[in-house]
T-cell receptor, first 115, second 112 residues
């Protein structure tokens, strides 16, 4: 069974530029999460989708971050304009369970460096 | 609001030693708790999932316990090996039970 796919693995940009990350969850998983992990910290939830609807985006900085999950499968996370403090690893995870979290499966992550 | 704390932040042990990693959470009304492993530059790998109705889960040399009343979970690693060196993260469900809230992790180093 294929795991959670993410791209790109690495991205370096200048501050105020834009960047987009892509995630393809495990086939059939209804729930998709984007987490931000700053060096030395645990992952922090940015947004959660169930199918193509948003369940929780309370910690997403909506003035610069946006995310969508078209057709309830792939998802894209965009940052525009980027700030230095956005340097982090962006992790995508998916879960089969609709009620509660179930077991989460993570991708390898996309490492962003903002200069 | 759920908060998760892990102690210690780092741990170094010689090969063969049994060890315990600790996790505490503030909101005991959890749906489940999960332990993950993260290798440098990699994503998270799920180790054990404990449902709220369970007391413990075992997988090979790993055993995780859950005490909801005290807001604690422990991950026991038996007969540690150098390949166990990694960061171990504990995560408990948020108040709505829809997502996981993570601790900062314990970085384990096992020397041969």
């Amino acid at each position: 069974e294929a795991g959670v796919a993410q791209s790109p693995r690495y991205k370096i940009i200048e501050k105020r530029q834009s960047v987009a990350f892509w995630c393809n969850p495990i086939s059939g998983h209804a729930t998709l999460y984007w987490y931000q992990q700053i060096l030395g910290q645990g992952p922090k939830l940015l947004i959660q989708f169930q199918n193509n609807g948003v369940v929780d985006d309370s910690q997403l900085p909506k003035d610069r971050f946006s995310a969508e999950r078209l057709k309830g499968v792939d998802s894209t996370l965009k940052i525009q304009p980027a700030k230095l403090e956005d340097s982090a690893v962006y992790l995508c995870a998916s879960s089969l369970v609709v009620r509660g979290t179930g077991e989460l499966f993570f991708g390898e992550g996309s490492r962003l460096t903002v200069l | 609001k759920q908060e998760v704390t892990q102690i210690p932040a780092a741990l170094s042990v010689p090969e063969g030693e049994n060890l315990v990693l600790n996790c505490s959470f503030t909101d005991s009304a959890i749906y489940n708790l999960q332990w993950f492993r993260q290798d440098p530059g990699k994503g998270l790998t799920s180790l054990l999932l404990i449902q709220s109705s369970q007391r413990e889960q075992t997988s090979g040399r790993l055993n995780a316990s859950l005490d909801k009343s005290s807001g604690r979970s422990t991950l026991y690693i038996a007969a540690s090996q150098p390949g166990d060196s990694a960061t171990y993260l504990c995560a408990a469900t948020n108040q709505a039970g829809t997502a996981l809230i993570f601790g900062k992790g314990t970085t384990l180093s096992v020397s041969s």
